[in-house]
């Protein structure tokens, strides 16, 4: 089974500033989705930005960007211009296209957001 | 209304009752999912439908037995749970296409006493 990993447990970032919440995944197959998602004390999960394997072009979504490296299996995620909003913890998850609905996620990173 | 529902948004039950989780979805997806998330650990599927046909069973306890009547309702009955039981269920659905995310629910924090 594919594995995914956030290496960081928790980051934090200064209000305005740049952080990067690293992921890696494990994986044999070629074409893939690779999605982020934010979780905030709600609870409720919200995607955040996703990437197809066989696009070579980062995706953004505003303040939200993703640094994909397909051979180094590495997809992280930059977030500029950090707003308290943004503090949460962010998951990383990965689609195959061979086990169809199956969704791997990692183990979740727990931004802060310092004022 | 969009988006899935879930209900109830806790719920506190002996380890002899009987309860269920709802979750419903207005977003038109053929797929519905339920996780189970524990603290330090990677979510964990639990079941998928697709199509109304239960399509994964990752092992999951008989303890927990799940419904789903049409394309837009999920149930998770809970019958003689465990205290490890305890944690916040989520409910989901996507559409069965690679580049369909998943859309999640507010989640149901269970505690079993």
């Known amino acids: 089974a594919q594995t995914v990993t956030q290496s960081q447990p928790e980051m934090s970032v200064q209000e305005a500033e740049t952080v990067t919440l690293s992921c890696t995944y494990d994986?044999?197959?070629?074409?893939?989705?690779l999605f982020w998602y934010k979780q905030p004390p709600s609870r409720q999960m919200i995607l955040v930005i996703r990437?197809?394997?066989?696009?070579?072009q980062n995706a953004t979504e505003n303040r939200f960007s993703v640094n994909f490296q397909k051979a180094a299996k590495s997809f992280s995620l930059k977030i500029s211009d950090s707003q308290l909003g943004d503090a949460a913890m962010y998951f990383c998850?990965?689609?195959?296209?061979?086990?169809?609905?199956?969704?791997?996620f990692g183990t979740g990173t727990s931004l802060t957001v310092i004022p | 209304e969009t988006g899935v529902t879930q209900t109830p948004r806790h719920l506190v039950m002996g380890m002899t009752n009987k309860k269920s989780l709802k979750c419903e979805q207005h977003?038109?997806?053929?797929?519905m999912y339920w996780y189970k998330q524990s603290a330090k650990k990677p979510l964990e599927l639990m079941f998928v439908?697709?199509?109304?046909?239960?399509?994964e069973n990752n092992s999951v306890p008989s303890r927990f037995s799940p419904e789903c009547p049409n394309s837009s309702h999920l149930f998770l009955h809970l019958h003689t749970l465990q205290p490890e039981d305890s944690a916040l269920y989520l409910c989901a659905s996507s559409q069965d296409q690679l580049n369909s995310p998943l859309h999640f629910g507010n989640g149901t924090r269970l505690t079993v006493t």
């Open positions: 439908y697709s199509l109304e046909e239960r399509v």
């Open positions: 990437q197809e394997a066989y696009k070579q």
């Open positions: 977003l038109g997806h053929n797929a």
């Open positions: 994986t044999s197959e070629s074409d893939y989705y």
């Open positions: 998850a990965y689609r195959s296209p061979f086990t169809g609905n199956q969704f791997y």
